[in-house]
T-cell receptor, first 113, second 117 residues
Framework: DAKTTQPPSMDCAEGRAANLPCNHS???????VYWYRQIHSQGPQYIIH???NNETNEMASLIITEDRKSSTLILPHATLRDTAVYYC??????????????FGQGTELSVKP | SQTIHQWPATLVQPVGSPLSLECTVE??????LYWYRQAAGRGLQLLFY??????ISSEVPQNLSASRPQDRQFILSSKKLLLSDSGFYLC????????????????FGQGTRLTVV
C-alpha cells in the first residue's frame, strides 16, 4: 500500500481557509486519494476523494498535483467545529484488493477564534 | 439510506474475560466490512476486513478474531482479553466490489471504547 505523509498539527484562524497538505509520492496509477476527519471520540467521517482531477463538494475541495504525488485538502471557511484530526489515505481501487483503507497518523487541525 | 450500528458504546472488561462486539449495516447489500482499533489517541489500525460472508482477512496477528455470519453483520471476538486490547474499536463499511467505480469510500460507526482492567 502507498504511504502518505502529513504534518502532525496545524492551526487555522476561524473564518480563514485551512489548507492541509499530504504527500503520497509512491501512489500508483489506479489508487485514489481519500480524506477523512475524526472529531474527538467519534468515528472517522468521509470528506472527499479523487483520482486525478480536482474535486469539490459541500465540505471541502481537493487539489491533486499533476504528477499525483501530493494533494491539498482545502476547507474554505474553517469553523471551530472543523477542529479534528484529518487523515489523508491512498486506497487501492483494484477489484481484487478488498478496498482496504490504511490510516496514518493524520494532521491535528486546531481552528482558533 | 445506509446506516451502520455498533454496540456497545463503552465496555469495561476484566483481563481474561471474553469479548464480543457486534456491528450491523442497513440499507446496502454485500458491503465490505472492516474492524479498526485506535489506541491512545490517533492512528487507526486495520484489524480485519471482509468482502463476503465467511470471508475474513486478518491484517495483524493478535488476540482477536472476527466473523461474518450474515451479509451485514460483523463480529469482533476474543476468548481471553489482555490489557493491551484496550482501545477504541471502530466498525466500517464500504461499497461492494462491483460498485468500485466510486472508489473505496468508507463509512464508520460511532465506535466502542473498551477498557480492559
Amino acid at each position: 500500500d502507498a504511504k502518505t505523509t502529513q504534518p502532525p498539527s496545524m492551526d487555522c484562524a476561524e473564518g480563514r481557509a485551512a489548507n492541509l497538505p499530504c504527500n503520497h509520492s509512491t501512489i500508483s496509477g489506479n489508487e485514489y486519494v481519500y480524506w477523512y476527519r475524526q472529531i474527538h471520540s467519534q468515528g472517522p467521517q468521509y470528506i472527499i476523494h479523487g483520482l486525478k482531477n480536482n474535486e469539490t463538494n459541500e465540505m471541502a475541495s481537493l487539489i491533486i498535483t499533476e504528477d499525483r504525488k501530493s494533494s491539498t485538502l482545502i476547507l474554505p471557511h474553517a469553523t471551530l467545529r472543523d477542529t479534528a484530526v484529518y487523515y489523508c489515505i491512498v486506497g487501492k481501487g483494484k477489484y481484487n484488493q478488498g478496498g482496504k483503507l490504511i490510516f496514518g497518523q493524520g494532521t491535528e487541525l486546531s481552528v482558533k477564534p | 439510506s445506509q446506516t451502520i450500528h455498533q454496540w456497545p458504546a463503552t465496555l469495561v472488561q476484566p483481563v481474561g474475560s471474553p469479548l464480543s462486539l457486534e456491528c450491523t449495516v442497513e440499507g446496502t447489500s454485500n458491503p465490505n466490512l472492516y474492524w479498526y482499533r485506535q489506541a491512545a489517541g490517533r492512528g487507526l489500525q486495520l484489524l480485519f476486513y471482509s468482502v463476503g460472508i465467511g470471508q475474513i482477512s486478518s491484517e495483524v496477528p493478535q488476540n482477536l478474531s472476527a466473523s461474518r455470519p450474515q451479509d451485514r453483520q460483523f463480529i469482533l471476538s476474543s476468548k481471553k482479553l489482555l490489557l493491551s486490547d484496550s482501545g477504541f474499536y471502530l466498525c466500517a463499511w464500504s461499497v461492494p466490489l462491483w460498485d468500485r467505480g466510486r472508489g473505496t469510500e468508507a463509512f464508520f460507526g460511532q465506535g466502542t471504547r473498551l477498557t480492559v482492567v
